[in-house]
């Protein structure tokens, strides 16, 4: 792991001022993104679907229908 972290630092090292600084600018980015946290009833709710569906499989799995949903909330 250090000697990757090694090679990385010195190709850092290597870059033009303008491309560190737009690498600067990607990182900073991926550090400042949050994600909200999905609640425990959501996870709790879509696991109990799944393991219902796994022990009556003839049942319809119906949170697909729900995930657009899921995605205004989150995204």
């Not at 190709?11 to 609640?39: C, D, G, M, W, Y």
């Not at 009833?41 to 022990?55: A, G, K, M, S, V």
Request: glycine share 0%.
């Amino acid at each position: 792991m250090n000697a990757t972290a090694e090679i990385i630092k010195k190709k850092i090292e290597s870059f033009h001022p303008e491309l560190l600084e737009t690498l600067v600018k990607v990182v900073e980015r991926l550090e400042t993104r949050n994600r909200p946290a999905i609640p425990s009833f959501h996870r709790d709710e879509i696991l109990y679907r799944i393991q219902f569906h796994n022990e009556y499989p003839h049942t319809k799995l119906d949170f697909y229908e729900n995930i657009s949903e899921l995605e205004k909330l989150y995204a």
